[in-house]
Nanobody
Framework: QVQLVESGGGLVQPGGSLSLSCAASGPSVSNYVMAWFRQAPGREREFVGAITWNRGHRTYGDSVKGRFTISRDNTKNTAYLQMNSLKPEDTAVYLC??????????????????WGQGTQVTVSS
């Protein structure tokens, strides 16, 4: 059973930075794509970014490109999301996801069977 545990959310002022972590455990997790999605009240779940474990290939959603960076530490089975230049519209629950996702599907939330509990990020002055 794969388990994902996020941490690092909180309140930050516009223009500030925040870092999230997603610790993964379970069989085959080292082979999985790790992704971040976010969901704000009344809005659909939005793809933030994803990273493969083996080659570290990264993809990002258009709204966060140039501001957010995904990384991973294979020795700890942990993925990170560094968020810079945060805007009020970045406010959402951020969810970590993992699975053996095929090429071209990393942005599709339906492709992931394993999810963390989510962590709230609030950008406000």
């Amino acid at each position: 059973q794969v388990q994902l545990v996020e941490s690092g959310g909180g309140l930050v002022q516009p223009g500030g930075s925040l870092s999230l972590s997603c610790a993964a455990s379970g069989p085959s997790v080292s082979n999985y794509v790790m992704a971040w999605f976010r969901q704000a009240p009344g809005r659909e779940r939005e793809f933030v970014g994803a990273i493969t474990w083996n080659r570290g290939h990264r993809t990002y959603g258009d709204s966060v490109k140039g501001r957010f960076t995904i990384s991973r530490d294979n020795t700890k089975n942990t993925a990170y999301l560094q968020m810079n230049s945060l805007k009020p519209e970045d406010t959402a629950v951020y969810l970590c996801a993992a699975d053996d996702v095929g090429a071209g599907r990393s942005k599709d939330s339906a492709a992931y069977n394993y999810w963390g509990q989510g962590t709230q990020v609030t950008v406000s002055s």
